[in-house]
């Protein structure tokens, strides 16, 4: 079974940093692009960044660029997601997921990140 | 780039079909047939439903169709049932973005 489990989600305060880690399981992981994709409270779905299957090539949005960093651990199965220098409206579910857009799309259930003082 | 545009809400009585429409432009929706359909019931993973404009993943009912026409894609629900009220979301690729995504539609079933 595919299954793709969020953790690492917590109350920061602005300008903190956070990881989130994403652990992959029942799917060649190191095979596929995963994504980070947001959801602020009350807001719709937002694309924050991407990584190749080998963690050599990466992509993010404009509103994350230079504070985010993703990167992957293929031998643990395991996505991540450094954030630095967070602000108030970086405050969202944060997703893992596989191939948004091909016919293996694959989401885990999220993990809450909400940066207030 | 703003998201792509869909109905806040929409609703059906069990048996009927609704259509759910997302609407972008020749950069994203209209200009490559790429556009992902998702189900999201709260506090689950979203699921996948429809890839690449019509097609559906194995696994997923074939009461759920989805097809395109110019900068608007539409998702199908035929005989509504009351475990399809979610909230729907449709996704495209775009020439400015790897994806980008509708802001949602919460459908209800009456």
């Known amino acids: 079974e595919v299954q793709l489990v969020e953790s690492g989600g917590d109350l920061v305060q602005p300008g903190g940093s956070l990881r989130l880690s994403c652990a992959a399981s029942g799917f060649t992981y190191g095979k596929y692009w995963m994504h980070w994709v947001r959801q602020a409270p009350g807001k719709g779905l937002v694309w924050v960044a991407r990584?190749?299957?080998?963690?050599?090539?990466?992509t993010y949005a404009d509103s994350v660029k230079g504070r985010f960093t993703i990167s992957r651990d293929n031998a643990k199965n395991t996505l991540y997601l450094q954030m630095n220098s967070l602000r108030a409206e970086d405050t969202a579910v944060y997703y893992c997921?596989?191939?948004?857009?091909?016919?293996?799309?694959?989401w885990g259930q999220g993990t809450l990140v909400t940066v207030s003082s | 780039q703003s998201a792509l545009t869909q109905p806040a809400s929409v609703s059906g009585s069990p048996g009927q079909s609704i259509t759910i429409s997302c609407t972008g432009t020749?950069?994203?929706?209209?200009?490559?047939?790429?556009v992902s359909w998702y189900q999201h019931h709260p506090g689950k993973a979203h699921k996948l439903l429809i890839y690449?404009?019509?097609n559906r993943p194995s696994g997923v009912s074939n009461r759920f169709s989805g097809s395109k026409s110019g900068n608007t894609a539409s998702l199908t629900i035929s005989g509504l049932q009351a475990e399809d009220e979610a909230d729907y979301y449709c996704?495209?690729?775009?020439?400015?973005?790897?994806?980008?995504f509708g802001g949602g539609t919460k459908l209800t079933v009456l």
């Open positions: 990584i190749n299957p080998d963690g050599s090539s990466t």
């Open positions: 020749s950069s994203d929706v209209g200009g490559y047939n790429s």
């Open positions: 690449e404009v019509d």
């Open positions: 997921t596989r191939n948004i857009l091909s016919g293996e799309g694959f």
């Open positions: 996704s495209s690729y775009t020439s400015t973005s790897p994806v980008i």
